[in-house]
């Protein structure tokens, strides 16, 4: 379903994302714009978008369950960063918010929220 729902409306999917999510619908130059709007033209990359999110809310959460289980954690250095105002300053709150919540499963966390909306864009100082 949300294949044929993006398909059917691709530039209404696209306007309303790059547009909205707490971006400005300036922001982004129209050859950038033109680029995301083209992107769901092809089912191919509709259907990938769309397993990705799939596998976000059961495979990826399964094994992230199961890394736990282990007390298996990242290794790497983890920069974590979030839209200054938007969902994820309020949503996790309650858990210590993005780095608290990303320190569970990294030993080396940084990272701060970013003025931008959902896409960040230009240099941050």
Not at 9 to 29: R, Y
Not at 65 to 87: F, K, T
Not at 97 to 114: D, E, F, M, Q
Request: hydrophobic share 40%; net charge negative.
């Amino acid at each position: 379903m949300p294949e044929r729902l993006i398909s059917a409306a691709p530039d209404a999917v696209i306007d309303n994302a790059l547009g909205g999510w707490g971006s400005s619908g300036t922001i982004f130059e129209a050859h950038v714009w033109d680029a995301y709007i083209e992107a769901p033209r092809d089912p191919s990359r509709v259907h990938a978008t769309c397993e990705e999110y799939r596998a976000a809310a059961t495979l990826d959460h399964r094994h992230d369950d199961e890394d736990r289980a282990i007390s298996r954690r990242i290794r790497c250095p983890v920069l974590v960063l979030w839209s200054a105002g938007g969902p994820l300053d309020t949503w996790y709150a309650p858990d210590g918010g993005p780095l608290a919540i990303w320190k569970t499963s990294a030993s080396n966390v940084r990272g701060h929220p970013v003025a931008g909306g959902h896409f960040f864009l230009g240099r941050q100082s």
